[in-house]
């Protein structure tokens, strides 16, 4: 049952038919707290303040302030620094996407505020 929510004078759908608030029943009749949320969110944001900081290191540090040291040596014939501002910066930040979707379902998991996708039909066709 799709619902309609006012917010700041425009029209937001929702396609489920259970509330999703702090102390509400969602997806199983499961409630979340508000403390747990506090700490879920919590958790979130020292999790992606641990990836921003090796993307400002591999970005930043490697590939500009640190680049002079790191041009001592070379990676597959290039030097160290500017590898990492062409090229390793890019694979790192690749990596990082992995490291966050893992790292964001495991939290997830742990709080008990996963979306429950494996019940639902991906490819958008209703049931009956």
């Not at 641990?50 to 001592?72: E, H, K, N, R, Y």
């Not at 070379?74 to 990082?96: D, K």
Request: glycine residues 10%; hydrophobic residues 40%.
């Amino acid at each position: 049952m799709a619902k309609e929510q006012q917010d700041q004078g425009t029209s937001v759908r929702r396609h489920d038919d259970k509330e999703d608030t702090v102390g509400q029943p969602r997806h199983g009749g499961d409630t979340v707290s508000e403390s747990r949320l506090s700490d879920y969110w919590q958790a979130n944001l020292k999790f992606l303040g641990a990836l921003l900081v090796v993307w400002f290191a591999v970005s930043f540090g490697a590939g500009i302030i640190f680049a002079d040291t790191l041009d001592q040596y070379t990676f597959l014939g290039f030097p160290l620094g500017f590898w990492f501002a062409q090229q390793g910066a890019i694979y790192v930040f690749v990596v990082l996407i992995f490291v966050y979707v893992i790292g964001m379902s495991r939290i997830d998991r742990a709080y008990g505020v996963e979306d429950d996708d494996e019940d639902s039909n991906t490819t958008g066709e209703q049931t009956s």
